[in-house]
């Protein structure tokens, strides 16, 4: 049953296999941390503690050998690291949400809807949706004018519209999200998929920030 622990006398078998059921668990949905198996437990009978500066160099050092606590590990890094993105989307858009004035709210619910089906399918195909739909906004000229008025990091409205659609890099240093997170040697990963989700992300959140100025 689930929450059920089971203490049993260690088996007559080599120390090496133990461990490696140690590292692999034993039973289903090992990915989510149940089969965790632990040998020898609470044997010493002194307490040693470790600073955390010798406790993170061993997290650094360590690798995994399982294909299943790599999984795990994979999926704890990359769910800290979204969460921490998450959090810099939301601060960024503060910031840079205030700068976009003159675009009315049907034209900026419009283009979130564009970029969220765009956020939808896969960056090449998602990519080119967009550059589409912002090449009509271009191509009518009072349209064109509400989008070009505003600046945004130095860019036009419209320009950062499509440099964000298109970057794969300069995202992670426009969000200050921090040193993506480690557990031994698995990192969570900074992907091109990655990239262009937390740009259009991005887009989407200071589109929300301008909407709400207008209510205000």
Request: aromatic share 6%; proline share 3%; glycine share 8%.
């Amino acid at each position: 049953l689930m929450g059920s622990v089971f203490a049993l006398q260690a088996p007559e078998c080599k120390v090496d296999k133990l461990r490696e059921l140690e590292q692999s668990g034993i039973g289903e949905r090992r990915i989510e941390g149940f089969g965790r198996v632990a040998v020898n437990w609470y044997q010493s009978s002194e307490l040693v503690t470790h600073d955390q500066a010798v406790y993170r160099s061993m997290e650094t050092g360590r690798t995994f050998t399982s294909t299943a606590g790599r999984k795990l590990a994979e999926l704890m890094v990359n769910r800290l690291w979204r969460a921490a993105l998450d959090d810099a989307v939301m601060a960024k858009a503060n910031q840079l949400g205030s700068l976009v004035k003159q675009p009315r709210k049907s034209q900026l619910a419009r283009l979130r809807m564009a970029v969220q089906n765009a956020m939808r399918q896969p960056p090449g195909i998602g990519r080119g949706a967009l550059d589409r739909y912002l090449k009509g906004l271009g191509d009518r000229q009072v349209t064109r004018r509400q989008f070009e008025h505003d600046r945004v990091q130095g860019r036009s409205l419209l320009e950062w519209l499509r440099t964000r659609a298109h970057d794969e890099t300069a995202i992670w240093t426009d969000l200050d999200a921090g040193v993506p997170p480690s557990l031994g040697d698995v990192k969570a990963g900074l992907t091109p998929a990655l990239a262009y989700e937390y740009n259009l992300r991005l887009i989407d959140a200071v589109l929300a920030r301008a909407a709400k100025e207008k209510e205000a």
